[in-house]
């Protein structure tokens, strides 16, 4: 009896490594992604880097699968590039696993491809190499994703926390907050009104702008995703032994988000982001860099939100917009909504 | 969303401050009720710009830090009998006497984290083979969201739906914080939202008594360098009287509807206070022809008592009579990772408040 993909949901004949496998495989992934690395047919890829390399991976169990500005499988591809590109190199190869709890629509399952393939595109990397496994009904949420990304270190990079210095200024690229509350608005139970919509997006066409321009005069990058702007600070000057100081009036929060976090009771500080990265550079390169960045689509809103001090080492102080001061510490298990 | 900017104006918080300066000739403890209003002060810094000589406490107005550690073990036993057990956010973290409501979650149970209580009764509706129990804790300000559950339950013919409740109310507390020998509080910023729900004609003869002014304050940063303000003047003027700072949310009458509902389905009775003990007439119980949704009548969970962790000194910070960086535990063997007692796990608790935002 002939199966063919168009059978409405994915089943556990799908991950056995048998004919459905192989079809689903060749007629959709292989067909999508379709590059020489892959073409190869192997259990592997060899590829050819230069000079150091860079490697991140990071699994994806967002819930729902699909939200206001993106879906799981363009945050996978998002995530994992800018990882490698927050280590100041050029991400060039993805590896894709999946792991699909039976039942999932294949149409579902399509569009998530499709959005790998463009989210793949638009950020210059292609997928090697690749992996799929259904689970039973009930042993998973729909879809989970692995990407493990590598590429070479930009030849004029040095991002290590230990080049950060008293004096060097901190630099935000975008509006923080959204993602997390893009899909908090789409939370069963939670559902409100608004327009908020992730701000997932690909950051590494920018920060080799920035290498390319400012070299190691960017002394560190890093992009706070889950535990939000408020904790990456915190693990930040706890791993450089220095004090931070941010400016509450500074730190760039859109009007609809800053109100639903209001609502919901949470601290945009803890609310976890996609597309925003902060970087910690050089006093003397503060206004140049800050331009530049505003110069491209994912760096218009570059604001300056602080700066590295010798007082106060390992901790993050946050001056309050009404003038008074406050430590900003670590986020501790998940923020709750407050009761009233 | 409006007045988030407004209350949060640089220029007119630092000219209430500076002008708070001025007046202030002596010492003053001024007790802060909410603890939503503790939250703002420490969020905001606002407790490094006030003058020396003026002293907060920060009071017992953080539902979670006062609800008794029994009520959290009766939840845990309901997960662990299969009941759906709905809850607002920050009660899930804390600790019962061997585990929270999240760990009851994590080895099982059916725990449901909500904003409103009406969704616990929809939940109800979608499970009828299930019991459904609403989790009802806070003070004056969930109460009329709850008690409209057990009313649309009630005319929804729902038998799968019940509340366990732990309802306390602002007034007694004060009183019991004034009577107490080792309180020292010379003026209480009411809490704003309490008093959008009661107003507060109930707190003119506590002002009166006592002779405390009675401040019922916002939340935002203006509204409450605002309220220690009119505290402070009333203080140094030598008069007690209740004022009202909250003018935008808060009438003398309160929300008429709202009270109405409390009123049809909760009555005045005894409630135990996490760490400070059973205080008489301060919380709300169910009146006897809605006994059918009170869960610890419908469930077997009334002999379940547990003595507090001897450690912990929640009471005597609920009391104002300690600061959380008093206590021993403090940030050693308690901080919000490993709470010893609630006022360390909600961010409305004055001693997560402090473990937070404050210098340590």
Same mark, same amino acid.
Request: a negative charge.
């Given at each position: ?340 | ?32 009720? &909410?603890?939503?209003? *503790? ?7 606002? !407790? ?15 539902? #979670? &830090?006062?609800?008794? !550690? ?52 929809? $939940?109800?509706?979608?499970?009828? *083979? ?10 004056? *300000?969930?109460? =009329? ?60 003869? $506590? ?9 019922? *304050? ?46 049809? #389905? ?9 760490? $400070? ?23 077997? $969970? ?36 490993? =709470?010893?007692?609630?006022?360390? #796990? ?15």
């Amino acid at each position: 009896m002939s199966q063919n993909i168009n059978s409405e949901t994915i089943n556990l004949g799908h991950g056995s490594g048998g004919e459905l496998t192989r079809k689903l495989i060749d007629e959709l992934i292989f067909k999508t992604f379709d590059n020489p690395y892959l073409n190869e047919k192997h259990d592997g890829s060899i590829v050819q880097l230069e000079g150091k390399i860079a490697m991140s991976t990071d699994s994806f169990v967002i819930s729902p699968i699909f939200f206001k500005g993106g879906n799981i499988g363009e945050l996978a591809v998002n995530g994992t590039v800018n990882d490698v590109a927050m280590c100041g190199a050029i991400p060039k190869f993805l590896s894709l696993a999946f792991i699909i709890e039976e039942g999932l629509k294949l149409t579902d399952f399509k569009n998530i491809i499709t959005s790998i393939k463009l989210a793949a595109d638009k950020s210059d990397v292609q997928i090697i190499t690749g992996d799929t496994k259904v689970v039973e009904r009930g042993k998973g949420d729909q879809i989970f994703i692995n990407t493990t990304g590598i590429g070479s270190v930009h030849p004029n990079a040095s991002i290590s926390s230990k080049n950060i210095k008293i004096g060097d200024k901190i630099i935000i690229n975008n509006n923080i907050a959204q993602h997390g509350m893009a899909i908090m608005s789409q939370r069963e139970g939670l559902q409100f009104e608004s327009d908020i919509v992730s701000d997932t997006t690909n950051l590494n066409h920018l920060t080799k702008k920035m290498l390319d321009a400012f070299g190691n005069k960017i002394h560190f990058f890093r992009d706070p995703t889950r535990g939000g702007l408020g904790s990456v600070l915190h693990e930040i000057a706890n791993d450089c032994h220095l004090g931070i100081e941010i400016s509450e009036t500074h730190i760039p929060l859109e009007k609809q988000v800053a109100a639903a976090c209001e609502i919901l009771g949470l601290d945009p500080l803890y609310v976890a982001n996609e597309g925003v990265f902060i970087a910690i550079v050089d006093a003397k390169i503060e206004q140049e860099i800050i331009q530049l960045m505003q110069e491209d689509e994912n760096g218009k809103n570059a604001v300056k939100i602080g700066e590295v001090v010798s007082e106060h080492p390992n901790k993050v102080v946050l001056h309050s917009i009404i003038g008074g001061k406050r430590i900003v510490s670590p986020l501790v298990g998940e923020q709750l909504p407050r009761i009233c | 969303m409006k007045y988030l900017q407004e209350y949060r104006n640089y220029e007119a918080t630092k000219a209430i401050i500076d002008e708070l300066h001025k007046i202030t000739t002596k010492k003053w403890s001024i007790m802060e009720i &909410c603890g939503g209003q *503790t939250h703002s002060l420490v969020k905001n810094g606002i !407790l490094d710009l006030l003058p020396e000589n003026i002293r907060m406490i920060h009071g017992p107005g953080c539902p #979670v &830090c006062v609800t008794p !550690l029994n009520l959290i073990d009766k939840a845990i036993e309901l997960l662990e009998q299969g009941v759906i057990v709905c809850s607002f956010g920050d009660m899930i973290r804390v600790p019962g006497s061997k585990k929270s409501l999240l760990e009851a979650k994590a080895n099982g149970g059916d725990l449901r984290i909500l904003y409103s209580p009406l969704e616990a009764v929809s $939940i109800a509706k979608e499970n009828p *083979t299930k019991e459904v129990v609403f989790f009802a804790v806070g003070f004056e *300000t969930t109460a =009329p969201a709850n008690a409209l559950s057990v009313l649309h339950a009630q005319k929804e013919g729902l038998t799968n739906y019940s509340i366990l409740v732990s309802h306390v109310l602002v007034p007694p507390a004060m009183e019991a914080i004034l009577d107490d020998k080792f309180s020292s509080i010379d003026a209480f910023l009411a809490a704003g939202h309490v008093c959008a729900i009661m107003g507060y004609q109930e707190y003119h003869p $506590i002002s009166k008594k006592y002779k405390v002014p009675i401040i019922i *304050t916002g939340f935002e940063p203006l509204d409450l360098v605002q309220g220690i303000y009119f505290a402070v003047k009333q203080l140094e003027d030598k008069k007690h009287e209740v004022e009202n700072q909250y003018t935008r949310a808060v009438k003398e009458e309160g929300n008429k509807t709202a009270r109405a509902v409390i009123e049809q #389905v909760f009555e005045i009775g005894n409630r135990e206070w996490r760490g $400070i003990g059973e205080i008489p007439n301060s919380g709300y119980v169910l009146r006897e022809n809605f006994s059918d949704f009170d869960a610890e009548k419908k469930f077997n $969970i009334s002999h379940i008592k547990v003595p507090e962790n001897e450690l912990c000194i929640a009471g005597l910070v609920l009391k104002g009579i300690k600061k959380p960086m008093e206590c021993s535990q403090f940030g050693k063997n308690c901080n919000p990772s490993n =709470p010893l007692g609630a006022p360390m #796990v909600s961010s409305e608790g004055a001693c997560a408040a402090y473990y937070h935002f404050s210098i340590i």
